[in-house]
């Protein structure tokens, strides 16, 4: 199809799919205008389902639909047509001898608007009569084949018209959106895709000057050439990516009907590595946050002087906690919010990483920082691999929440502390919690052990001996050892680490020299470990016990060694060593 041929189509679609409510109708069932009939007459869905469906084009599809689905064919002459505002058609005129053909071949509007209503009624009326199977053939026929069997004249559906439904509240109606750009921009050529490129890049808001940038026009070009950005990178120049990345942002900022910012919010989490050079990261990602509904904190526990590791209330939020959430947040967008963080995320986990531990550790606001407590416990418990190689950074900035020179923020955001740090503990075998002690300890993958002090938010002893990240840390009951052990090593070792009141000062001074909020927003998430390292002083300590435990483990997958690796204190003074393959050993001291 040439360049110029899209462009006609897309035009032609433009103005029709802008009138209101456009949707498919037979024309037998629009001239009466008996619009009103109960869609849950089976016997009507199934007509329209019937005259709606693709018939003479291939003999086994016609089985299918009379044979295995019970549609009857319609009669020769059956048209279809546009309903637009105020109930006016468009209606084609019939022909008879076309076996249905023609109707694929008029309108790239025509063309999406009743493969839309195909697809949707599909999946609803197959699916509850437990037809999955013809179902698929159904989708398959029109979504794949469609375009094969009509020809080099065939009308692909206008992306205009399917972006319009992107987001559309019915599911069924959404998937089918989404199913037909998909399969459409698979089937083009790579010159018909350039030209869908070509016509929609003047209507992006970063490339339309003046004031007028949120017309139709210009949020639909941002959506079509951001999913094809998504989808398909290769097919967007870098000022393109630069021109879609800036229009997204612009999306995402202006006070516009929910569908558009749902649509920005997904595809910006989606084509995130494609858009990243381009923009402002850390910004879009703080806005993304405030899109989540996490920000609310939880109150402060009835007694303020409460220890961290009391077990916080599980209940729900009280009308007053709901109301304090943004009222133009959606569930919908508060959904598609945090799916594309963990899309950013896993993309460039530093940048998540650095920019919401920057935050705790920086921002004035109990509510900001609640919404990133909130969304790291989220992450732990849901993406706990993501997180991984930064725990050092991320307990260290946790750890500062509850600085008691901050008695209002250490208040309020207690509990989600504590919830965050026992599920750690639950998650990751290199973090361990004494609660006599109120003490926390995590290995790292620089191969030391921090211990911190939850009473006086300090660090007070680094453990240092290993040549390996730290696999697991445990205290004993007593809380006078902590183990330690590396799996790429295979070395277990023993610590008798200070406590009391000369441990928190050794912690306490020791902090003050060395800088422990670490790297800003934009650096790695581990990067701070070195640097804090340094000012702990005379926290450093020197294991007093090392075992060998055989042969060197490589390349174990992380997932298994979150779930086989840990200790087990039989004693005081005895330790359990529970590792991959089933290894058992027991350490006595």
């Keep these: 199809m040439p360049h110029q041929h899209h462009k006609r189509k897309e035009s032609v679609a433009e103005k029709e799919e802008d009138k209101k409510g456009s949707e498919v109708v037979p024309a037998a069932t629009a001239a009466d205008g008996s619009s009103k009939q109960e869609t849950t007459d089976s016997t009507v869905v199934a007509s329209i389902f019937g005259a709606l469906v693709s018939w ?32 006016c058609l468009s209606i084609l005129a019939p022909t008879y001898d076309d076996h249905g053909e023609s109707g694929w071949r008029v309108s790239s509007t025509l063309t999406a608007t009743r493969l839309l209503s195909i697809m949707a009624l599909t999946r609803a009326v197959l699916s509850m009569k437990g037809l999955e199977e013809q179902a698929i053939i159904i989708l398959t026929h029109h979504g794949v084949e469609l375009p094969t069997l009509i020809g080099k004249d065939y009308a692909f559906p206008s992306f205009s018209f399917l972006a319009k439904y992107w987001q559309d509240p019915v599911g069924d109606v959404q998937q089918a959106a989404r199913s037909i750009f998909t399969a459409t921009l698979e089937k083009m050529s790579t010159e018909e895709k350039i030209g869908i490129v070509n016509y929609w890049r003047p209507y992006l808001p970063a490339a339309t000057s003046g004031h007028q940038k949120t017309s139709k026009m210009n949020l639909r070009a941002t959506i079509i050439l951001g999913i094809i950005g ?22 995402l900022k202006e006070n516009l009907p929910a569908a558009y910012r749902i649509a920005a919010i997904e595809l910006m989490g989606r084509g995130f590595s494609s858009w990243e050079p381009h923009i402002n990261s850390s910004a879009i990602l703080r806005q993304l ?6 920000g609310t904190p939880t ?22 906690q709901q109301q304090q959430q943004p009222s133009v947040l959606t569930p919908a967008m508060i959904v598609m919010a945090r799916q594309a963080i963990v899309q950013i995320a896993s993309v460039n986990t530093s940048l998540f990483v650095g920019t919401v531990t920057f935050d705790l550790m920086h921002s004035r606001s ?62 990751y075998p290199n973090v361990a919690f004494h609660h006599g002690l109120q003490r926390l300890a995590v290995g790292t993958v620089e191969s030391v052990c921090v211990v911190w002090d939850l009473r006086t938010a300090t660090k007070v002893q680094v453990l240092e001996g290993h040549k390996k990240p730290v696999t697991a840390v445990s205290f004993s009951p007593d809380g006078k050892l902590i183990a330690t052990f590396s799996l790429e090593e295979n070395c277990v070792q023993l610590w008798q ?41 005379g926290g450093h300590m020197k294991s007093f016990r090392t075992f060998s435990v055989g042969g060197v483990e490589a390349n174990v997958p992380l997932s298994t060694v979150l779930e086989q690796v840990k200790f087990e204190w039989t004693s005081d003074r005895a330790v359990k060593l529970k590792s991959i393959k089933g290894l058992e050993l027991v350490f006595t001291v």
Excluded: W
């Design 230 to 251: 998504a989808d398909q990178p290769k097919l967007l120049t870098l000022k393109d990516c630069k021109d879609v990345a800036e229009s997204l942002d612009f999306l």
């Design 289 to 294: 946050i405030s899109a989540t509904g996490l």
């Design 366 to 427: 109990a509510g900001e920082r609640a919404s990133g407590l909130k969304l790291l416990g989220m992450f732990i418990a849901k993406k706990p691999l993501v997180l991984y190689p930064h725990l050092h950074r991320i307990v260290e900035s946790m750890v500062k929440c509850l600085d008691p020179n901050l008695p209002q923020i250490r208040d309020s955001l207690q509990q989600i502390v504590t919830v965050n740090f026992a599920e750690l503990v639950k998650m």
């Design 299 to 320: 109150p402060a526990p009835p007694s303020a002087g409460s220890s961290p590791s009391t077990p916080p209330n599980h209940g729900t939020q009280t009308t007053q």
């Design 497 to 537: 680490p200070s406590s009391g009141f000369l441990g928190s000062l050794v912690g306490a001074f020791g902090v003050v020299g060395g800088g422990g909020a670490g790297a800003g927003a934009g650096g790695g998430g581990s990067g701070g470990v070195s640097s804090a390292l340094a000012g702990v002083g």
């Design 56 to 87: 003479g084009l291939d003999e086994k599809m016609d089985d299918v639909y009379e044979g295995s689905v019970g549609l009857v064919r319609p009669s020769a002459g059956l048209v279809f047509g546009v309903r637009g505002a105020n109930g």
